[in-house]
């Protein structure tokens, strides 16, 4: 299956978004993963549909908007406006509605999926695994970047995969977001992951190009 790295932009300078997309595309990146957080889901506040409405010219990489938000319903009109390709809402805040949210961005043209967080058990997602075009499983509780990589994520993704390739889905992506570095991601691609969510790994790193290379395990 063919590895996906999508860097997140939380970790990255905020003044510099456009530069910032427009760079992550010349150093290889696959998608841009943008974390939209509304302070009610989570604690903080990040940014939303207009900021990416601003950055979106900047890149012809996909964008994938991860919503860490309390009423996605609300908001994913705005986000297909604003050009986002992706878009993925928690089982958490959307409970049984997540399959019709995920027919509704559907609709509106654009790719959509479910996202599951680590406390929540993994068959929570499954009943959003045919319709969706791409699943997310939570490696760190939602709201900050740098934080550790928690391992019995390991076993969540490995039970994803198994379940996607028995309901005849066994290509499906599944990303994986949270604390993915160099030495750890080769883990969490031999558990049946392919699209890696990294920030800090990215931004921190002296050598970009060379750093999304090597995510690719
Ligand atoms: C957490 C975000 C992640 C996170 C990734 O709420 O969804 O995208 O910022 O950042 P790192 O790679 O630093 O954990
Ligand atoms: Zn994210």
């Known amino acids: 299956m063919k590895i996906k790295i999508a860097p997140s932009i939380l970790a990255s300078d905020f003044a510099k978004l456009g530069e910032t997309v427009k760079l992550l595309e010349e150093n290889g990146a696959d998608l ?43 908001h994913v009109e705005d986000f297909v406006k604003a050009g986002a390709d992706y878009i993925t809402v928690h089982v ?48 760190v509780h939602p709201g900050w970047g740098g934080q550790k990589f928690i391992p019995e994520s390991l076993k969540k993704i490995e039970k994803l995969r198994d379940y996607c390739v028995k309901i005849g889905r066994p290509e499906l992506d599944i990303e994986v977001d949270g604390g993915i570095n160099v030495e750890n991601v080769k883990g969490v691609i031999s558990a049946g992951a392919n699209v890696i969510v990294a920030g800090s790994a990215v931004f921190n790193s002296s050598n970009m190009a060379e750093t999304i290379a090597r995510l690719r395990g």
């Not at 997540?98 to 559907?106: G, P, R, V």
């Open 92 to 139: 958490e805040a959307c409970g049984e509605k997540t399959t019709n949210l995920i027919e509704k961005i559907h609709a509106l043209g654009v790719k959509a999926g479910a996202v599951v967080n680590p406390e929540t058990d993994i068959e929570a997602i499954f009943p959003a695994c045919e319709l969706s075009d791409m699943l997310l499983v939570m490696s």
């Open 32 to 74: 841009v993963h943008c974390d939209v957080m509304d302070g009610n889901f989570v604690p903080p506040i990040t940014f939303g549909a207009q900021a990416v409405q601003a950055f979106r010219p900047h890149t012809r990489l996909p964008l994938d908007c991860h919503l860490m938000v309390l009423h996605p319903e609300t």
